[in-house]
């Protein structure tokens, strides 16, 4: 029977009693009323899908009959598994609203962590280029754009969809005059035009393709974005290897010029790897780990003159 529900008060308890089994699980004590909570975003969601403004909703209560259809579809998308973030069709990201659909990766804490070392990596007034490589939503470009705004910045990504919604994103915060995304494979063709960079930081797959996943990661999230190969290292090891052709001239060893998000359990390799190659990456690299805001090592960080 479809949901009958004419106001704001009576939509919110119907929508939180159908997440109810969905959010059972998640702690309490850091989500309080979680499926409420859930309830009214996705009511509000509704509102904006039908073309209301949300504000109407509790200026009188109303629930008109579209609003209410879109509403039953939104809570049956999210009581079957699909993430919050692709439902509504948008994610938070350093307080930045971004659009995010199945073609790209939620943006995750962790992600906004990395951001916070770009930015220790590249002074306030700083002018020069930064290379986003795996931008997915344009979520790291966007960022620094937004906080550094005399870098220009290229962001490229090897899907195509994703690169689309980097766009869109891009766009939205008005910043196409000063980030270009671009399709490449780690590095943009230097046929296009000279390609140096000044800093590279990077959020690319590492997760190791027999891995296993969370379910609503596995079933939802892209696969391209996520699995990084047999050992999961593949890609960012072929961009350090790299890095030192698209590095512009630096004063060697001085300051950190990249930067990866990596798994929790890879330091050891690779320091491993690290350790082999150094004479192939390029003889001024020195790197160092960073331990996220829970102590798990998570980023990978060098210099290279």
Not at 102 to 120: F, G, N, S
Request: hydrophobic share 40%; net charge neutral; proline share 5%.
């Amino acid at each position: 029977m479809p949901a009958a529900f004419t106001d704001y008060s009576s939509a919110i308890r119907w929508g939180a009693g159908q997440l109810r089994g969905l959010l059972a699980g998640i702690d309490r004590s850091n989500h309080k009323n979680l499926p409420a909570r859930e309830a009214r975003w996705l009511l509000e969601a509704a509102a904006v899908s039908a073309g209301r403004d949300p504000l109407f909703l509790l200026e009188d209560g109303r629930v008109t009959d579209r609003v209410r259809a879109v509403y039953r579809s939104l809570i049956a998308r999210r009581a079957r598994g699909e993430p919050l973030a692709y439902v509504i069709g948008e994610a938070s990201f350093m307080g930045i609203d971004l659009v995010v659909t199945p073609d790209v990766l939620i943006p995750r804490p962790e992600t906004e962590q990395l951001v916070e070392l770009v930015m220790k990596m590249i002074p306030p007034d700083a002018a020069g280029r930064l290379l986003d490589q795996g931008t997915g939503s344009g979520a790291i470009a966007i960022a620094v754009g937004l906080n550094r705004p005399r870098v220009r910045i290229t962001a490229v990504d090897v899907s195509e969809s994703a690169l689309d919604i980097a766009k869109r994103n891009v766009a939205r915060h008005g910043l196409s005059d000063r980030i270009e995304v671009v399709k490449a494979d780690l590095y943009p063709d230097p046929a296009c035009g000279e390609r140096k960079y000044d800093w590279i930081a990077a959020n690319l797959p590492y997760v190791p393709d027999d891995a296993a996943l969370p379910e609503d990661v596995r079933d939802w999230e892209p696969k391209l974005a996520l699995r990084g190969g047999k050992t999961g290292r593949e890609l960012i090891e072929r961009s350090i290897q790299s890095a030192e052709e698209y590095l512009a001239a630096g004063s060697a060893g001085t300051s950190a010029r990249l930067i990866y998000e990596i798994g929790e359990d890879q330091r050891e390799e690779f320091e491993a790897w690290l350790g082999r190659c150094v004479s192939g990456c390029g003889k001024n690299l020195v790197w160092k780990f960073q331990a996220d805001l829970t102590g798990r090592i998570r980023y990978l960080i060098g210099s290279m003159g």
